[in-house]
C-alpha cells in the first residue's frame, strides 16, 4: 500500500461548517477550504438553511481545495466525510456529497467520527502524543483521553454545549453571531490580566518520578471588573451549564453591565471547565492536555489551562486557529488513520446524528 | 515545615503530619490561580466546610470514612486519620473478577446507606473509595451535598457508572451489576432510582434515544 503518498479528501458538515480538506499519508495538510453557514441577525442555526447552504456552496469549497493542494480529483485515493454526531440534515448534506463523489470518482468511502476527528487533527498539529483532551465547541463539552481501544469520556456536560451556552447568552444580549468572540472582547474590556509569569508556548514539564513537582509560581491575576456571582455547577467530571445560563441572563434583565456580566460568565464557566479538567487529568494520570473545538479559540480559556497546567508540571498543547473549529482536513487525517488500520469502505454514505466518541474502536493508536 | 506530599488531586494537595505521635493526613486545598481570587477562596473554603461535615454525618449512616481530627478553615485544611490501603480505581483493574464484583456490591450498598442517610457523595469516582482491611472507606466529600431529592441519588450513581465506563471498560457489566445489587439490597427505593438515572441517560448528549 502506497501509505504514505494515499491522498485521503476528507468532507466536514456536522453544523455551520461546510469543509474539504485534503491531507496526505504522512500527515501533511495540503488543503483546508471551508464555507461557514451565518444565520440572520438575532438567529441561531436552522439546520435546514445550514444543509442548504453547505449543498449550495459543496462545489466551490471542492474546487477550492483541489487548486489549494495543486492536484487533479482523480489524484485523491480515498474520501473521508464526517457521519456524526452533528445536525442530520447537515449530516445528510455532506455525506450525500461524499457518497456522489465517491462513485463517480470511483474512490473508497471512509466514514469518521467528527469528535475523534477533533481530537486527531490536534494531535497532529500540536504534537501531542496521549493527552486528556478538552473539547469544546457549540453542542460539545468533553474531556476525553484514549484507553483500552477507544477515546473513553471521562467528564462532559451534562445540558448544553459550553458554546451553546455562550452563544445562546449573546443572542439574548442582542450581539451577533458568533457570540463567543464579542463575549470574550466585552469581557477583556473589564479586566487586566498580568499573566506575564507564563508563556504561551507549550510549557515543557520535567515531571519527577511522582508524577507532579513543587515548581509552582502562581502568576499573579489582577482585576478591574466587577465580578457578579454566578451558579458554579460541578459534578465529580461532569458540569452543567443552563443554571448559570439563566442566572448571567436574570442579572442584565436586572441591569447589570453587560461587560460585567460577559466578564463573570466566562471566569465561571472558564472555571468550571478547567477544574474538571485537571480532574480527570488527576484520576487518570497522564500529563499532557490539549484544548480543542471551536471555544478553544478564547485566549482566556488557554490562559486558565495554562496556569493550570504549569502548577501541575503538565504539558498544555493548544491546536492552531484554522483547525480548532470544524474543518475538512480533521476528517481526512481520521479517515487516513482509520483506513491504514483496516476500517473497511461503505458504499452508502450512513450518518449517525448522536454518534458518541466512545463508540468508536480506535484501531490505530496501539496499547 | 517540609511538607511531603504524597498525593496532589485536582484541588488539594495531601501530605502526612505527626500528631500526638499519631501519623494524621492533611488534606489543603491550595489556592488555584488560573480562576478569580472571588471564586477560589469561596469554593475552598466551602468545600473545606462542607467535607469536613459530612465525613462525619457520613460516619453516623454507618458509612466507613476516614476521622476528622482538626478543621482550619482558613488554611483550608483538613486534619483526618491517614487510611492505609488500595484504591479501588487499581483494585477494580487488578483484582480477580470474582472479588471485584464483589467489592463494587459492596460499594454499591454502602452508597445506598449514604443516600438513605440524605448524603450526596457528588464525586464518586473509584478514586475516592480505598479498601482498608476488607472494608470501604468513602473520601473526597468536598462535592457533595445534603438532600434527599431522587434526581440526586441518581446523578450521583450517574457519576460512577461513567467513571467505571471510562476506567474499567472491560468489566463495566459485572461490576456495575454487582454496584446495582448492592444498592437495592439496601435501599427500598431504588427502582425508583435506577429509573431517573435511565431518564437521565437520555436526556444526555448523542445518548441512544427511542
Known sequence: MKNKSMICLGIESTAHTFGIGIVNGSGKILANA???????????????????????????????????????????????YSAGPGLPPCLRAGAKFAETLSARLEKELIPANHCVAHIEIGKLLARAKDPVTLYVSGGNTQIIAFAEGRYRIFGETLDVGIGNALDQFARDAGLDFPGGPKIEQLANARKIGDFSTCTRTSFAATPKTSGFCACQKPSVFVQSGKYIRLPYTVKGMDLSFSGILAEALRQLKKGAKLEDVCFSLQETAFAMLVEVTERAVAHIGKNEILLTGGVAANKRLQEMLEIMCKERCAKFFTVPRDYTGDNGAQIAWTGILAYKSGEKSVNKAETNSRWRTDEVDVKWIKK | MDKKIIARGAEAILYKEKIDGQEALVKERIRKSYRLPQIDSELRLQRTRREARLLSEARRCGILTP?????????????????????????????????????????????????????????????????????????????????????????????????????????????????????????????????????IEKRGRYSKRD
Open chain 1, 34 to 80: 471551508k464555507d461557514i453557514y451565518k444565520p440572520n441577525e438575532g438567529y441561531g442555526i436552522i439546520p435546514m438553511e445550514a444543509a442548504k447552504h453547505h449543498s449550495a456552496v459543496a462545489c466551490d469549497v471542492l474546487k477550492k481545495a483541489l487548486d489549494e493542494a495543486k492536484i487533479k480529483p482523480e489524484d485523491v485515493d480515498i474520501i473521508a
Open chain 2, 67 to 199: 476521622k476528622v481530627f482538626s478543621v482550619d478553615e482558613k488554611g483550608c485544611k483538613i486534619v483526618m486519620e491517614f487510611i492505609k490501603g488500595k484504591m479501588l480505581k487499581v483494585l477494580f483493574n487488578e483484582a480477580s473478577e470474582k472479588e471485584a464484583a464483589d467489592i463494587a456490591k459492596e460499594t454499591g450498598g454502602q452508597i445506598a446507606l449514604l443516600h438513605l442517610g440524605g448524603i450526596i457523595h457528588g464525586d464518586l469516582t473509584t478514586s475516592n473509595m480505598i479498601l482498608s482491611e476488607g472494608k470501604i472507606y468513602f473520601v473526597d466529600f468536598g462535592l457533595g451535598e445534603v438532600s434527599q431529592r431522587i434526581e440526586d441519588f441518581a446523578t450521583d450513581l450517574s457519576v460512577l457508572k461513567e467513571a467505571i465506563k471510562s476506567t474499567h471498560f472491560r468489566r463495566l457489566d459485572v461490576l456495575w451489576k454487582s454496584v446495582e445489587k448492592g444498592y437495592k439490597s439496601s435501599n427500598p427505593n431504588a427502582e425508583a432510582v435506577f429509573r431517573r438515572m435511565e431518564a
